[in-house]
């Protein structure tokens, strides 16, 4: 049987070349927190999840510093009892990325998003976007805009 383009790009991803992955993250590092990418890293995972090459979708990398998901300890002012820190952020890595590029880029509506990397410091995702007022996209009967929004 013969193997498909997705089932090639998938098994490369399984196992990158860890020094490649390794120099791309020191430039993700540095980089700004929300970059434009041109194409996805794991096309197999973006095709997966709705992206196409074409005009009205963009892809965004998203740089998400790990840890700190615990409420700050109050320092003065309650009672011994109030002072527990047990209660933890209830949003994963993920959800945050998708949230702060919202943020940032009102006209898109994010479509979804994945991990493409992380480090001692870092969770890196790409999130797909859609932007609602282009032409091609209105046209487009395979993406439901209404689901995004709901």
Known sequence: MVKG???YLRLAFRKPDKETLKERMIGWRHSDAITVVEKPLRLDRARALGYRDKKGFVVLRV???RGGHKKPRPNKG???KRLTNKKTLKMSYQWIAENRVSKSYKNLEVLSSYQIGKDGQHYFYEVICVDPSKAEIKKDK????NKIRN
């Open 63 to 65: 740089r998400v510093i």
């Open 5 to 7: 383009l997705a089932y």
């Open 78 to 80: 309650r009672r011994s």
């Open 142 to 145: 395979k993406i439901n805009l």
